[in-house]
């Protein structure tokens, strides 16, 4: 038993350190998400307004490099 539990928490700090490098790209989409969802929020004038600028809050990155590459012609 003990040999198991042993390897179950080797496993478990070995593996705890995987994944570290995206933290810094999620906390900048988090902060955009939340950037936009207030900005649309704000000027929405209707509920349905409101509900679309959810929407446009969490698609926003793709948007953004949709009419980047538009602009580029790529």
Partial sequence: MA???????????CTRGKGGK???GNAVY??????ALI????HATTFAMG???IVKAI?????LIY???EVLKF
């Fill in 3 to 13: 040999k198991e539990e042993e390897k179950f928490w080797k496993d478990k700090i």
């Fill in 22 to 24: 995206a933290t810094g």
């Fill in 30 to 35: 988090g902060l955009g998400f939340v950037g």
């Fill in 39 to 42: 900005y649309f929020l704000t």
């Fill in 51 to 53: 509900l679309l600028g």
């Fill in 59 to 63: 698609f926003w990155p793709a948007l």
């Fill in 67 to 69: 009419k980047v590459l």
